[in-house]
């Protein structure tokens, strides 16, 4: 195979399993079940394809602004958030301006790239799986603890043995997430300014023709976001002289480390299938959604006045 079609094919695939994570993280885990009257596999293929996408350009925004340290990498989480609420959809300026965070910074941002994407695949390097278990055991407990929240919310309950086959399932989706990603070397990631160039027209064409159109309030509040949030990146690009995360990523994989993922979906069904069983009804909704949305406003600011001030 000619090298510069490898290293095409190895991009592309380094894209589409990064847009896998997302979609369990930001797709799967949010909505907490899988509705099996309803929808088929197949069906999330163009989910997969638009996350993809984002992660095209979030994966952009590491390496052309440098990001190292984890004040940057959620800085780009935003921007990786507010492209999927704020230009993709819309949902960004719903009851303004606490959509701002949820889910942009507070879903997307923290629980996706930070934990979702970022920490695991850390976890992989790691030469121990005690880690990864721990992660695991409460990932399981939270993910268990939110998804019950639909029960109340929208009145959407699967029974334990439809949990199990989606919750196994999801993770199955990210143990493959995972080890595409571990597989492809950081350095075939090297988008020209060609691709920056278009990637940047095309997301400011749907902005423009479809976004502002459907929700006036992007016109003023989008720009701000953005504008702090490349600023902030901007100023640790001039800063950072050291390897960005995608480099931090690259290393030995221990495969017990993915087996040890297992713990999480068994650790869900097994608290969900005791509250469901016990006819116990938690309104765990307004405790994440208030934790979470106080959370992403407050690592948003922390971040910015971290990156601004750096020398």
């Not at 996706?112 to 407990?141: E, I, N, Q």
């Amino acid at each position: 195979m000619r090298p510069l079609l490898r290293e095409y094919l190895l991009r592309l695939l380094l894209v589409l399993s990064t847009g896998v994570i997302f979609v369990v993280f930001s797709e799967l885990m949010f909505w907490g079940r899988y509705d099996f009257a309803k929808n088929i596999p197949a069906e999330y293929l163009h989910t997969v394809l638009a996350y993809s996408f984002m992660a095209w350009v979030f994966l952009i925004v590491v390496r052309l602004f440098r990001v190292r340290s984890l004040h940057a990498l959620f800085m780009a989480g935003a921007v990786f958030g507010w492209l999927c609420e704020g230009i993709f959809v819309q949902t960004m300026y719903d009851d303004f301006p606490i959509k701002i965070s949820f889910t942009g910074l507070a879903w997307h941002a923290l629980l996706t790239v930070c934990c979702g994407w970022y920490l695991f695949r850390r976890l992989m390097l790691m030469d121990s799986p005690l880690p990864t278990l721990k992660v695991s055991v409460l990932a399981g407990l939270i993910w268990a603890l939110w998804s019950v929240w639909w029960w109340i919310t929208k009145g959407l309950v699967s029974t334990p043995d439809e949990y199990a086959v989606y919750a196994i399932i999801t993770t199955v989706m990210l143990i493959v997430g995972l080890r595409v990603s571990a597989m492809i070397p950081s350095a075939v990631f090297r988008p020209s300014k060609g691709d920056i160039i278009v990637t940047m027209l095309l997301v400011l064409l749907f902005y423009l023709l479809i976004t502002i159109r459907a929700n006036h309030l992007a016109l003023t509040v989008l720009p701000v976001c953005m504008g702090l949030a490349f600023y902030a990146l901007n100023k640790n690009r001039q800063a950072e002289t050291e390897p960005d995360v995608l480099q931090q990523l690259d290393g030995r994989v221990y495969p017990w480390n993915y087996a040890a993922i297992l713990v999480m979906p068994a650790v869900s069904t097994a608290v969900y299938a005791i509250l469901y069983y016990a006819h116990i009804r938690l309104r765990t909704g307004p405790v994440f959604y208030l934790g979470l949305t106080t959370a992403g406003f407050t690592l948003f600011f922390y971040s910015f006045i971290r990156l601004v001030r750096r020398r």
